[in-house]
């Protein structure tokens, strides 16, 4: 009884300790592990809000987000429970790593919250004077400690130079290749006009079917509310019957686009053709995909949240970047999206379609109305090339085709980033990725 009785008077002492700030996160401890309410204390002091939890669980509440994935819905904190019986050390871990705190068991600060400042206060970002092209690379002078110094850890483009030369995609993957082994493989295409793909265009360019009016609660917080994310049109049909468009896509209105299709799970016979390579070994792949067109398409300008290796096998594309640390002047936002319908018969598109989602990656302004206000990178690659493009750099993609097989034809791999951050959220500052912490360990152990 006397034990509840001082359990229950430390109630009100740990409910109100400090006052949480939407920045920080909130540990939530059962008032039955007063020990490790105290160590927890002890290690990260003002760092984190630690509070009573009625339920008698070890919580961890993480910071009130700034971007909102869903304009209906409240910004909230995301809690889970932790479990109390770990080891104290793989707490404080985890309590790192989900807060990108850096703090030992015994209080003090680890070394690598130091480099990491550094690195942020580092980030590359070219100037106006800058000479507008990327640095290149050849892929044999390139070593996997130079790869992320120089380029990974700045958060810094580059072209890699024959990164897939002499290789056999590049002299395997013909049309007729493709069709012995996926001739009658369903695919998802996408169809866009003159060869746009996922631009902006006003609002009322489009004529709903049904009545359609963008909720107050989500217009008042569009990045812009007259414009709308132009998502090109979707069909179905076999991998023969696309390669069969391409080869006549001369003849065609519509530009059809195989794009975003996950090449390991679609394309299974084709991975054992890629290179191994040594670069990409500290990095964390979440994605690998595969691009096919007639090579007259345009990718307008949007950012990835993922570091992303584009490797052509296939025809050339010209690379627009701009940093994000010019995210403001891009108007990082949520935007309406809206999707066109096609029609195969007369190879024409309607407007009709708009949808009750958001587009969270794309900028409303054109890249030519930015290019006297921001640096713009252009970075051309060719086949057997590579590009590595850090994650939330924007960036426009024009692509072009092969002079013989009239086709344009690459990879690209999607990481998980070094350096992330909220979005849509243009005033969001990017931090250094916990995933990747041995990285910086490595380094201050030097």
Not at 108 to 136: F, I, K, N, V, W
Not at 302 to 323: E, Q, R
């Amino acid at each position: 009884t006397a034990l509840v009785v001082l359990l229950l008077s430390l109630v009100p002492a740990l409910r109100g300790l400090t006052v949480a700030n939407d920045s920080q996160c909130i540990v939530k401890v059962s008032p039955l592990l007063l020990g490790l309410h105290q160590q927890l204390q002890h290690v990260f002091q003002q760092d984190v809000i630690l509070t009573a939890n009625e339920k008698h669980t070890l919580e961890l509440c993480l910071p009130l987000p700034k971007a909102r994935t869903c304009l209906t819905v409240p910004l909230a904190r995301h809690c889970h429970v932790m479990d109390s019986s770990l080891p104290f050390e793989d707490i404080v871990e985890h309590i790192n790593d989900e807060c990108f705190l850096y703090r030992n068991i015994d209080g003090s600060l680890q070394r690598e919250q130091h480099l990491a400042q550094q690195l942020q206060a580092e980030l590359y970002s070219p100037d106006m004077d800058a000479s507008g092209t990327c640095e290149e690379v050849h892929k044999d002078d390139l070593t996997n400690e130079a790869f992320w110094d120089n380029y990974v850890l700045p958060s810094k483009p580059v072209i890699i130079r024959d990164y897939y030369a002499k290789t056999i995609p590049l002299t395997k993957w013909t049309n007729n290749h493709l069709r012995r082994l996926y001739q009658h493989k369903h695919v998802h295409v996408k169809f866009a006009p003159n060869g746009q793909f996922e631009g902006v265009e006003p609002l009322e360019l489009w004529k709903p079917s049904t009545p359609f009016t963008i909720p107050d609660i989500v217009s008042h917080q569009l990045s812009r509310d007259d414009v709308v994310v132009v998502r090109p049109a979707s069909v179905d049909m076999s991998m023969g019957q696309l390669l069969d468009y391409l080869e006549q896509a001369g003849n065609q209105s519509a530009t059809a686009y195989l794009e975003y299709t996950a090449l390991d799970a679609s394309f299974p016979e084709l991975k054992g053709d890629l290179p191994s390579t040594s670069l990409t070994d500290w990095f964390t792949r979440r994605h690998r995909n595969l691009w096919l067109s007639d090579g007259h398409t345009l990718g307008k300008l949007h950012f990835d949240p993922f570091d992303n290796l584009l490797t052509m096998v296939s025809g050339t594309k010209h690379v627009h970047l701009v940093s994000p640390l010019n995210n403001t002047q891009l108007q990082e936002g949520h935007l309406v999206e809206a999707q066109l319908s096609y029609h195969s018969a007369t190879h024409s598109f309607s407007r009709t379609q708009l949808h009750d989602s958001t587009a969270m990656v794309m900028s409303p302004l054109a890249l030519s109305d930015l290019k006297h206000h921001v640096p713009v990178l252009t970075c051309s690659i060719h086949p057997g090339d590579a590009l590595f493009m850090p994650a939330f750099w924007w960036h426009e993609v024009q692509s072009e085709p092969d002079v013989h097989d009239r086709r344009n034809l690459a990879v690209n791999e999607w990481y998980e980033p070094v350096w992330t951050k909220e979005f849509p959220c243009a005033t969001c500052a990017q931090r250094f990725n916990p995933h990747y912490r041995r990285v910086l360990s490595d380094r201050v152990d030097v």
